[in-house]
C-alpha cells in the first residue's frame, strides 16, 4: 500500500544546531508540504513544493528550507533551530485534486 | 486575507447526542473545501471534499453540507470512538495548497 512516512518521529536538539526531518512518499505524488502544529495556531504552512526542482514558502518558511530532487522525498532543514521552532511537523502530498494526505508527524524540541 | 474559523473549539456530547460543527471562511475564491479527522499523537485523517454550495457528502455518523460562507459537520448518534479534533480546511483559487482553520476538539462520553 502507498504510504507517507517521517523519520524521526521525534527529536531533540540544542538551539544552533542544524536538523533535518525526513519525509518519503510512495503515492508518486507532485505535491508535497510541510506544515508546523502547534496549540492555538493549528496547522500552518512553511514549505511546499509542485514537482522535482520546485519549491516555494509557506506563511511561516523563515529559518527552514525544503530541496526536491525527486518525486518521493521532501526533507525540511531547519539552518540553525531556535527555540521557537519546538513543534510538531507534519509532511503531507497530494495529486492535483488537493486531497492531502499526512504523516505521522515529528515532535521536534529545541533545548 | 483569507480566514478559516471553526467553533466550537471544543465540544463535549453525551453517546448518541447528535450535534454539528462548524467551519466559516472568508476566502477571496473558494475551489474546495476538505474536512480531517486528527487523532491524538497522529495525522490528519481525510473525510471528505465539497466543491460547490448545496453539496453534501456523508461516512458512517457524519455528513458535512457547504454554504456560500460556512461548512457544518453533522454527527449523527456520535459513539466514544468519534472523539477526535476535526479540522476543516480550504482550497484556494490559483494555489495548490490549503489553509486550514484551528480545528474543534470533540469528545463523546460513554
Known amino acids: 500500500d502507498a504510504e507517507i512516512t517521517q523519520s524521526p518521529r521525534h527529536k531533540i536538539t540544542e538551539t544552533g544546531r542544524q536538523v533535518t526531518l525526513a519525509c518519503h512518499q510512495t503515492?508518486?505524488?507532485?505535491?508535497m508540504f510541510w506544515y508546523r502544529q502547534d496549540l492555538g495556531h493549528g496547522l500552518r504552512l512553511i514549505h511546499y513544493?509542485?514537482?522535482?526542482?520546485?519549491?516555494n514558502k509557506g506563511e511561516v518558511s523563515d529559518g527552514y528550507s525544503v530541496s526536491r530532487s525527486n518525486t518521493e522525498d521532501l526533507p525540511l532543514t531547519l539552518e540553525s533551530a531556535a527555540s521557537s521552532q519546538t513543534s510538531v511537523y507534519f509532511c503531507?502530498?497530494?495529486?492535483?485534486?488537493?486531497?492531502?494526505?499526512f504523516g505521522p508527524g515529528t515532535r521536534l524540541t529545541v533545548l | 486575507e483569507d480566514q478559516v474559523t471553526q467553533s466550537p473549539e471544543a465540544l463535549r456530547l453525551q453517546e448518541g447526542e447528535s450535534s454539528s460543527l462548524n467551519c466559516s471562511y472568508t476566502v477571496s475564491g473558494l475551489r474546495g473545501l476538505f474536512w480531517y479527522r486528527q487523532d491524538p499523537g497522529k495525522g490528519p485523517e481525510f473525510l471528505f471534499t465539497l466543491y460547490s454550495a448545496g453539496e453534501e457528502k456523508e461516512k458512517e455518523r457524519l455528513k458535512a453540507t457547504l454554504t456560500k460562507k460556512e461548512s457544518f459537520l453533522h454527527i449523527t448518534a456520535p459513539k466514544p470512538e468519534d472523539s477526535a479534533t476535526y479540522l476543516c480546511?480550504?482550497?484556494?483559487?490559483?494555489?495548490?495548497?490549503?489553509?486550514f482553520g484551528q480545528g474543534t476538539r470533540l469528545t463523546i462520553n460513554p
Open positions: 503531507a502530498s497530494s495529486a492535483t485534486n488537493n486531497e492531502q494526505f
Open positions: 503515492w508518486n505524488h507532485n505535491n
Open positions: 480546511a480550504v482550497w484556494l483559487q490559483g494555489a495548490q495548497k490549503l489553509v
Open positions: 513544493s509542485y514537482g522535482v526542482q520546485d519549491t
